[in-house]
């Protein structure tokens, strides 16, 4: 199967752990929202509606692709297994209201995995540009890019008014959210971020957690994004995030030295811990591996951790997941097997000279 290639055990390259500030700002995202004039927009179209949208900007987006140096496959979700379906969602390729949706509905994938466009999701289209570390300028190129490339041969809903028509009216206007994923271990462990997180809300932020809307934040991993899109140009939604993020950015390096300053050894002793537990632990739940890889991401940005490569704690942010766990393994696990599996992923994983001496199978 054409998803086959994205379900493998590695991290997106959008997670390749370079970029600016990426020891803070992890990844950066631009989403459009975007519906076609001649449909009724998805809360309230017939299925067979469903197949023609789905029909009509996948065999455009194939079709046009080139223009953009990148090649798309197309996965139809009701055709694609749940597990698989979630394990999608734990790499941020798609949204779990699309993962879940009733109707007929897809996404397309670039093979980088840096863009994509989701249809029949809560709009007609979900365009997304996903680029490592802070870059917001470079995430809204390709993604307008790729939006401009569309706009071409699709009738866009579209008001003079009103700008880009979508399902929910937070969305009309540019139809644009634009995010940062932010590590705040500092600020989290100071509980400096109940402090930040209402003073962003009344600047017209949202807070939430690693997987969006209604998700916690596992890891102290939080994504910051603005909150309305009309009434505003895209310049005005990046230059106010852009702001946002580097204060936040600068607060938590302030948190960190000031951690630094006053319990050094209390804060290496908890970051080597949270290695120990990584590293021997026979069981781990989903929010305790979070919690120690947030620890020992911090020690590896403070130089504490030598020698070892980030880009293996990004993997594992994402394969600690339960989808993917069943996934790698095979089968489905119960919750428990889920832990005994996670303990031993990272166990492999961080101690890979040790792992042909344990002579376990993965689950």
């Given amino acids: 199967m054409a998803i086959e290639r994205f379900l493998q055990p590695r991290a997106s390259s959008w997670m ?9 700002a992890m990844s950066t995202r631009i989403r459009l929202a975007r519906n076609l004039s001649d449909f009724k927009f998805p809360y309230s179209f017939s299925e067979d509606e469903a197949l023609k949208v789905d029909k009509e900007v996948s065999s455009v987006l194939l ?3 080139h223009e953009l140096n990148h090649s798309f496959t197309h996965i139809n ?16 390729l798609i949204s779990p209201y699309l993962a879940n949706g009733t109707h007929s509905g897809s996404v397309l994938l670039s093979e980088n995995e840096k863009l994509s466009v989701m249809v029949n999701e ?16 470079e995430a809204y190129q390709a993604a307008n890019q ?7 041969s699709l009738s866009y809903a579209f008001h003079e008014k009103f700008g880009y028509l979508t399902s929910c ?18 600020l989290t462990m100071s509980h400096q971020i109940t402090r930040i997180i209402p003073a962003i809300s009344r600047l017209g932020m949202v807070v939430r957690g690693i997987y969006g809307e209604g998700s916690e934040a596992l890891g102290n991993v939080y994504q910051i994004s603005n909150q309305m899109t009309l009434g505003k140009s895209e310049y005005d939604i990046l230059q106010d995030l852009q702001n946002m993020t580097e204060q936040i950015i600068h607060q938590e390096r302030l948190a960190r030295e000031a951690i630094l300053n006053n319990s050094p050894l209390a804060l290496e002793d908890r970051i080597y811990r949270s290695l120990g537990t990584l590293t021997h632990s026979r069981l781990l739940s989903t929010e305790e591996a979070a919690t120690c890889l947030s620890d020992v991401r911090l020690g590896i940005d403070l130089k504490m951790i030598k020698d070892m490569d980030m880009s293996i704690l990004n993997e594992l942010m994402i ?27 990272f166990r492999e994983r961080l101690n890979k000279e040790n792992a042909t001496h344990e002579g376990e199978e993965f689950a």
Avoid: C, W
Wanted: charged share 25%; proline share 6%.
């Fill in 16 to 24: 390749a752990n370079d970029g600016e500030n990426v020891d803070i």
């Fill in 63 to 65: 079709d046009k692709a």
């Fill in 77 to 92: 979700i009701q055709e694609t297994p749940k597990l698989q379906r979630e394990v999608l969602v734990e790499k941020h």
């Fill in 122 to 137: 809560e709009d007609h289209l979900r365009i997304q540009s996903l680029q490592s570390g802070f870059h917001l300028q």
């Fill in 146 to 152: 790729l939006d401009s490339l569309l706009e071409k």
């Fill in 169 to 186: 009216p937070t969305n009309t206007g540019t139809g644009m959210r634009a995010s940062v994923m932010l590590h705040l271990p500092a």
């Fill in 319 to 345: 394969f600690m997941q339960p989808a993917f766990l069943q996934q790698y393994a095979g089968k489905p696990l119960q919750p428990k097997e889920r832990d005994v599996a996670r303990a031993k992923l």
